[in-house]
């Protein structure tokens, strides 16, 4: 187990690539962590594939296939004056394809991911179309804040045209 940041640690579960950069990550994300609506005390990731974020939506969601990121808040979130303590389970394979089409480090949509599972744990919710546009709103406003820039909303790499015959 690392502990690069107090308070933000990402560790290498199955599927997590050896390349991946944890240390900076917990970096950046703690370094974002002023800027969210609530104090966050507590930001505990495992990285993990395909594979392993499948059983995981599985197991706790009921949900068959893999998905970008699970959140745990482990704080009373019927208290809103309560420090916001969350775990996150964050798919790398997810993270690699849509960083690939955004044209960006994985490591940077990675960073996405904990920064949308942490705001979950704060009461964020996207499951109506006005939720879904102020979740990623906040993601945007606090990756800005933090001197990343827009993630989400940021536009993809054009598409490189092709030769027709």
Do not use: K, N
């Amino acid at each position: 187990m690392r502990a690069a940041v107090p308070g933000v640690t990402f560790h290498a579960g199955e599927g997590c690539p050896p390349s991946l950069d944890r240390d900076r990550l917990a970096r950046d994300l703690a370094a974002l962590l002023p800027h969210f609506p609530r104090p966050v005390a507590r930001v505990d990731a495992l990285l993990v594939g395909d594979a392993a974020m499948d059983a995981a939506h599985r197991r706790y969601s009921g949900v068959e296939g893999t998905t970008d990121v699970l959140s745990f808040p482990g704080h009373d979130e019927g208290d809103p004056a309560a420090a916001v303590e969350v775990d996150l389970i964050v798919c790398t394979d997810v993270a690699a394809r849509e960083a690939a089409l955004r044209g960006h480090p994985t490591e940077r949509e990675i960073l996405l991911y904990a920064v949308h599972g942490t705001l979950h744990a704060c009461g964020h919710r996207d499951d109506t179309e006005a939720g879904f546009r102020a979740i990623h709103a906040e993601e945007d406003r606090i990756l800005a804040a933090g001197g990343i820039g827009a993630v989400y909303a940021a536009p993809t790499r054009p598409e490189t045209p092709t030769s027709q015959p």
